[in-house]
């Protein structure tokens, strides 16, 4: 066990145990934590950093029996955090009931004022200074955290205190407030869905877990008996060139492409085996880790470069609903419905065709605005009108190619999503979509040029978003540039539409019936009844709300 000390009163004994003790005597109004762990997948709990407005700065091992546990748990003390979706997830200090609502964020400053995130880069004009985990690790020919000296560990975790206290002092008043608030209320939010988790029906968990173990094994063979582990780049691309198939170069990982998209245009028959093969395993790593578990736990953040909220470990955002074209779906259902409500009914609100409405908005296009102002009944479809339009099979198809165009797919990415395979008649599709919504080609093309010439775009909230953030020559070229001058404005918008009517519904429906939120969509837990009228009015167009209740997610 082991406690250390950084500050004012260094080289000072008594000075240094006298701030120890206002810790508990005069506890501050409000404190900068950061947690120390094994690493970012073994959260195993080290130490504690705590950081007090006056510089002095202390480290206590996890179990330390003179740990200031008053300081983290819930109190009129306010926690400054830097990244709380990590430190506080349930996987870190949530299990032993951290507080999650009196709290603030560091990494909501620095996203929102496009200053690196990472803690000893955001560091960067500040008086104090940190190290990142990397350099820490390549220094000492380490691992993880474990293999660092002790003295090292504690250094670290006193400085990022340290850092973050400063952060804040700097740099909180800096934002607007109103929007720092929302991020912050959100951000709490997040983590009360992530501690909360969502009920599982272990006995639909195990079939369909059988049924995709099963056929993932089937496709596996296949691959395997024709000399390539499917899952392996590198044994895809030696087994596709020994077929005499060339394969594009990635001259970003300086190898062969074996992306979906390549793979899929390579045109050999093996191409269809890869892919179902993937996909497979895919499905199966989504379902396997949930056998055995009551609860499905997500990890909830907004580390998304247009403040969209995400998830992690595992990815909820990402299984699918069966409904497009190239989706596999389990025989025995699909795989959201072994998500079940604790009260036998979920509320669910959707938020309708919302990012077609800020495009209009955005782009000012008089015929989107005019189609979008009706109700469904009525016409008030973009997709329906798009698949008119074009002449299209059906809406799905048109959904995915007014998306794929107005995001900067190419003809082969439509093709992918559309299941058109004529290239031509796709391009003269894209040219009647043109026809049909002229303001909105007009401005998503003037927005492609400005994007690339000054690489930010702004959302409706005022939110400025640097578009070449990325790391990678793809997140560096002009296409892709170009592609995120448009998405990240309407993606980016979008959000905060979302994140707002979120706050307003928390005025009616507490917060521990926040089940899980999906791109536009969120669930409750139990029946409720949403203000569906003024929601649909809290952005400066309408942006109404589908609500329905169900059994089971779908």
């Not at 005597?25 to 705590?50: C, H, M, Q, R």
């Not at 998500?339 to 955005?362: I, N, P």
């Amino acid at each position: 066990m082991a406690r250390a000390y950084i500050g004012r009163y260094d080289g000072q004994p008594q000075k240094i145990k006298e701030a120890y003790d206002d810790l508990y005597n005069y506890p501050p109004p409000f404190v900068a934590l950061d947690v120390e762990t094994i690493s970012l997948k073994n959260t195993a709990i080290l130490g504690i950093g705590i950081a007090t407005p006056n510089r002095d700065s202390f480290w206590f091992d996890f179990w330390e029996p003179t740990m200031p546990w008053h300081l983290f748990m819930p109190s009129s003390v306010r926690k400054i955090w830097h990244n709380a979706t990590f430190d506080l997830s349930w996987d870190v200090l949530g299990q032993f009931g951290a507080d999650i609502d009196n709290i603030e964020d560091t990494a909501i400053l620095t996203r929102l004022l496009n200053i690196p995130t990472v803690l000893s880069e955001a560091s960067a004009g500040l008086s104090l200074s940190t190290w990142s985990v990397k350099e820490l690790l390549k220094k000492h020919n380490a691992r993880d955290m474990m293999g660092l000296p002790k003295d090292v560990i504690m250094l670290k975790c006193m400085a990022d205190a340290q850092v973050t206290m400063e952060l804040f002092q700097t740099y909180r008043g800096k934002v607007s407030n109103e929007y720092y608030e929302v991020e912050r209320k959100i951000a709490s939010m997040l983590l009360h869905m992530s501690h909360r988790g969502i009920a599982l029906d272990q006995d639909l968990v195990e079939q369909i877990d059988t049924e995709l173990g099963t056929q993932l094994d089937i496709y596996m063979d296949m691959c395997i008996a024709r000399g390539f582990n499917p899952r392996s780049p590198y044994q895809v691309a030696v087994a596709l060139t020994n077929e005499g198939v060339f394969l594009p170069w990635d001259r970003e990982r300086q190898a062969f492409d074996t992306s979906s998209e390549a793979i899929r245009k390579c045109g050999h028959p093996w191409g269809a085996l890869i892919l179902t093969a993937r996909k497979f395993g895919k499905q199966y790593g989504v379902i396997h880790p949930m056998l055995g578990k009551d609860r499905l736990r997500s990890h909830f953040h907004m580390a998304a470069a247009t403040g969209r909220i995400t998830s992690k470990d595992p990815q909820v955002h990402n299984i699918p609903t069966g409904k497009r074209p190239l989706d596999i779906v389990p025989k025995t259902a699909p795989i959201r419905r072994v998500f079940k409500a604790d009260r036998g009914v979920f509320t669910r609100f959707d938020l309708s065709q919302v990012e077609l409405r800020v495009l209009a908005y955005l782009s000012g296009d008089k015929k989107m605005q005019h189609i979008l102002s009706l109700p469904k009944e009525e016409g008030g479809d973009l997709h329906y009108n798009t698949q008119m339009a074009l002449r299209l099979s059906d809406k799905l198809m048109a959904k995915n190619f007014n998306f794929g165009t107005v995001y900067g797919g190419d003809v082969s990415v439509l093709s992918t999503f559309t299941g058109i395979e004529d290239l031509d008649l796709l391009t003269m599709y894209q040219h009647k979509l043109a026809a049909e919504y002229p303001d909105m080609w007009k401005w998503t093309q003037q927005l492609r040029e400005v994007g690339l010439r000054e690489r930010r775009a702004t959302t409706i909230y005022g939110r400025e978003l640097r578009l070449d953030q990325g790391k990678g020559l793809k997140a560096q070229s002009p296409k892709h540039i170009m592609n995120c001058a448009v998405n990240y404005p309407i993606q980016g918008s979008a959000a905060e539409i979302f994140k707002r009517i979120l706050i307003e519904i928390n005025r009616d429906i507490p917060i521990e019936d926040f089940i899980i939120q999906v791109h536009d969509e969120e669930l409750f837990d139990g029946p409720h009844i949403l203000r569906e009228k003024e929601l649909s009015h809290i952005a400066d167009f309408w942006t109404p709300l589908e609500v329905s209740q169900i059994s089971r997610w779908q």
